[in-house]
């Protein structure tokens, strides 16, 4: 630590890696860039560019393209794990070996067995780790989860969550997301976070999951190198990619990103899917995913023995709870504060809670079964969609005596 603030090394130089792990973390006003790492040089100069830029340096950054060398710079108090979800597991691991604090971007990893190696990683290692899901520190989801913990539905009996992706082409279709030897499925990519939130209001683990999905919009027989900006009707394609200053959700403006044609042979991952999930207590969830919707929502609807929850949410945080018991005539709604960060405010949300943690100076993994439930689910939607049958999560053991 160096006057108070905790020294973060940044390890994934893309659009989230600098944006939230630059961004958000230092904007938090406890944490200082110590170091950043990515296998590509380039990525680490545009990064210090940006970085300074935006005022978030203190202090001048060594960028290393080698994680063992990274992982060995004096000072460095935490890592924000930014890599592509294929490199998540191997580099989890690796900081958690070095006993290295760790905020790991979500998806956790894209097998079963990955995230569980995580897990057994941090045995031992004394630090904190905590997976980026988060939708569960915006204003609405944590209200929601307040009124079921208050009993006002009742048990959870069974729910419907929706994603409708409106972002699909642009955000996936157009570079290497839209390949399942990249990301293995949307429904781990970007699923992983309503599937977390459906989880966490369930309260409870699933078990069993059936899938059926399809690529029924983008795909097709473009060659796939055919980019936008050769394309002879990209002036009037509504898939056309701008590459200049286009701008994510959480925020992030980026300049070096993919625009081939969103209608390529090798475009491989569904873009719509429905899933079953059947949980340890007899809850029951189904999920839709679809990326050519006209609206970019979440849409969550919980219905137990008491009563009924539905919410509703978009980035712009126009939040509304719809909560209705049995037996009464009208519903009740609220509307769920704002408040400030990209992902309705769960990106300043989830790093206030880290903080919290090494603050707290204990060994925690808080957050982690969530995240393993989630990419356990979608892992096992995108086997089950494969394969036409359903697939079974299996057990994996968490420490004792820490919350989970
Ligand atoms: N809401 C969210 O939580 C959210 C939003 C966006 C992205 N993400 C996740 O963040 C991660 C990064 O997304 P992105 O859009 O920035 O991706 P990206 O591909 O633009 O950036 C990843 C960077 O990691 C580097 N890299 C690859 N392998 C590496 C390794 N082994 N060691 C060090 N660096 C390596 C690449 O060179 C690249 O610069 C993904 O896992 C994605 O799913 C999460």
């Known amino acids: 630590m160096k006057n108070g603030k905790y020294g973060i090394?940044?390890?994934?130089?893309?659009?989230?890696?600098?944006?939230?792990?630059?961004?958000?973390?230092?904007?938090?006003?406890?944490?200082?860039?110590?170091?950043?790492?990515?296998?590509?040089?380039d990525k680490i100069d545009s990064a210090i560019d940006w970085l300074k830029d935006h005022d978030l340096l203190e202090?001048?950054?060594?960028?290393?393209?080698?994680?063992?060398?990274?992982?060995?710079?004096?000072?460095?108090?935490?890592?924000?794990?930014?890599?592509?979800?294929?490199?998540?597991?191997?580099c989890a691991v690796k900081?958690?070996?070095?006993?290295?604090?760790m905020f790991l971007v979500k998806p956790m990893a894209q097998s079963i067995a990955d995230c569980d190696r995580i897990i057994g990683a941090w045995q031992g290692s004394d630090v904190v780790f905590m997976v980026g899901l988060e939708l569960r520190y915006c204003t609405l989801m944590r209200d929601c989860k307040a009124l079921i913990e208050a009993g006002e539905i009742g048990k959870v009996i069974i729910g419907t969550v929706v994603d409708n992706v409106s972002v699909g082409g642009q955000y996936y279709f157009h570079g290497p997301r839209r390949r399942k030897a990249?990301?293995?499925?949307?429904?781990?990519?970007?699923?992983?976070?309503?599937?977390?939130?459906?989880?966490?209001?369930?309260?409870?683990?699933?078990?069993?999951?059936?899938?059926?999905?399809?690529?029924?919009?983008y795909g097709g027989d473009a060659p796939n190198d055919k980019r936008c900006r050769d394309c002879e009707i990209r002036d009037t394609c509504p898939e056309f990619k701008d590459t200049n200053n286009?701008?994510?959700?959480?925020?992030?403006?980026?300049s070096d990103v993919p625009d081939y044609c969103v209608f390529a042979r090798e475009c491989d991952v569904s873009d719509n899917?429905?899933?079953?999930?059947?949980?340890?207590?007899?809850?029951?969830?189904?999920?839709?995913?679809?990326?050519?919707?006209?609206?970019?929502t979440r849409e969550f609807m919980f219905v137990g023995d008491k009563g009924k929850i539905e919410a509703f949410y978009?980035?712009?945080?126009?939040?509304?709870?719809?909560?209705?018991?049995?037996?009464?005539?009208?519903?009740?709604?609220?509307?769920?504060?704002?408040?400030?960060?990209?992902?309705?405010?769960?990106?300043?949300?989830?790093?206030?809670?880290?903080?919290?943690c090494l603050q707290e100076g204990k060994p925690s993994m808080k957050g982690a079964k969530?995240?393993?439930?989630?990419a356990a689910i979608a892992i096992a939607a995108a086997e089950s969609e494969e394969s036409g049958m359903p697939v079974l999560i299996p057990d994996v053991p968490y420490p004792q005596g820490i919350e989970i």
């Not at 459906?198 to 029924?216: C, E, F, I, Q």
């Open 182 to 217: 990249y990301i293995k499925s949307l429904l781990l990519e970007k699923g992983t976070h309503s599937l977390d939130l459906a989880n966490w209001l369930v309260n409870a683990t699933p078990r069993k999951v059936y899938a059926s999905g399809g690529l029924d919009v």
């Open 59 to 90: 202090q001048p950054v060594k960028g290393y393209t080698d994680i063992d060398a990274f992982l060995a710079h004096p000072g460095l108090d935490a890592v924000v794990v930014a890599t592509p979800d294929f490199a998540h597991a191997d």
């Open 95 to 101: 900081v958690l070996q070095a006993k290295k604090n």
């Open 370 to 374: 969530g995240a393993r439930d989630s």
């Open 9 to 41: 090394g940044i390890l994934g130089l893309g659009g989230r890696g600098v944006f939230f792990g630059g961004g958000a973390f230092v904007r938090n006003g406890h944490f200082y860039i110590e170091c950043l790492c990515d296998v590509r040089q």
């Open 314 to 356: 978009d980035n712009e945080q126009n939040f509304k709870i719809k909560l209705w018991k049995r037996f009464e005539k009208e519903p009740r709604y609220i509307y769920p504060e704002k408040s400030e960060g990209g992902h309705g405010g769960g990106d300043t949300g989830i790093v206030e809670a880290f903080l919290g």
């Open 246 to 254: 286009f701008k994510m959700d959480y925020g992030a403006v980026l």
């Open 273 to 296: 899917s429905h899933v079953l999930v059947d949980y340890d207590n007899g809850a029951r969830l189904t999920y839709m995913e679809c990326h050519f919707t006209p609206e970019y």
